[in-house]
């Protein structure tokens, strides 16, 4: 398997991985009280890198994760 084979096995993992974090910071916001924003935050970077592997995938000519895109 080459690099590119292996991006694109990669990728979509990183966002799975990425978006399971994302809800799991949400959550804990919901508890956080004045560091609640920071902590949201934290999950919309999270949001924006995966449009960044996300568009990588597309490029490399990989498929993109069923409910992404």
């Known amino acids: 398997m080459n690099e590119t084979d ?5 990728i979509p993992h990183w966002v799975e991985h990425n ?3 994302a809800q799991e910071f949400r959550d804990w916001a919901a508890q956080a009280g004045e560091i609640a924003q ?3 935050d ?3 970077a999270m949001s924006r ?3 960044h592997l996300l568009s990588a995938l ?3 000519g990989g ?6 895109g």
Do not use: F, M
């Open 6 to 10: 292996k991006l694109r096995v990669l």
């Open 19 to 21: 978006n399971e974090h």
């Open 38 to 40: 920071d902590i949201l």
């Open 42 to 44: 934290a999950a919309e």
């Open 49 to 51: 890198v995966n449009t």
């Open 58 to 60: 597309e490029k490399l």
């Open 63 to 68: 498929s993109i994760p069923h409910g992404h």
